[in-house]
């Protein structure tokens, strides 16, 4: 199953991507974990993109359809991969239709998580870390026992900086004018599978399983 995760920042494409990934025994291919993997390494591609990100460019649509391309030749990809984070817009979609092409490895399917903006809003405003532990909280949806304390290990629970929201309205709003419109793309293809993406997490991984199932 050769598939794409599309869905907006806090629809949950990482968490369902992990635990898809490790049901169906594929990869979850993230765009910004094969880019840190590249420049750690050395690679010739990775040399390119270092030098973008070091020159604060964005890194090219060619080398990171270069690296997904490199990726997919991995043993553990042979069976199909889960994509998280790319496309993100229209032109990297069709680079990515094309590359695929040549490797007759067409995708099968794309996955849209679905949640209302006012509940995407929640999620990514109302989250809280723990400065010592780690642990994810989210002040409307599993708020601590105790305002601003970790449940488990009684650390200070705080907000990044990129979590305020008038960054999460600029990031949804990339999102609509970018990446939103690949929904009737891979419509004009009948490969778009909507999900409900609110409600019980083991629910929509099933929902999600269901779909690769069948694809």
Do not use: W
Request: one cysteine or more; glycine letters at 10%.
């Amino acid at each position: 199953m050769r598939t794409v995760l599309l869905g907006a920042p806090g629809s949950g494409k990482g968490t369902q991507g992990d635990v898809l990934s490790r049901k169906f025994n594929i990869p979850q291919i993230s765009t910004g974990d094969l880019l840190r993997a590249a420049v750690a390494a050395g690679s010739d591609l990775g040399k390119q993109a270092k030098s973008a990100m070091d020159a604060g460019a964005l890194v090219s649509d060619e080398i990171v359809i270069g690296l997904i391309r490199e990726r997919l030749t991995h043993e553990d990809a042979k069976n199909g991969y889960i994509l998280d984070g790319f496309p993100r817009n229209i032109a990297q979609a069709e680079a990515l239709d094309n590359m695929l092409a040549e490797l007759d490895q067409p995708l099968q399917g794309v996955v849209l998580l679905d949640v209302p903006f006012t509940e995407l809003m929640q999620r990514l405003t109302g989250r809280r870390t723990c400065k010592d532990c780690g642990a994810i909280f989210n002040v409307y949806l599993s708020p601590p026992k105790q305002e601003n304390i970790c449940n488990n290990c009684g650390g200070q629970l705080y907000q990044r900086q990129d979590d305020n929201e008038a960054t999460i309205e600029n990031r949804l709003k990339v999102y609509e004018e970018q990446t939103a419109p690949l929904i009737g793309f891979y419509q004009q293809q009948n490969k778009l599978h909507s999900i409900n993406g609110t409600g019980d997490i083991h629910a929509i991984t099933n929902a999600v399983g269901d779909i690769f199932n069948t694809i």
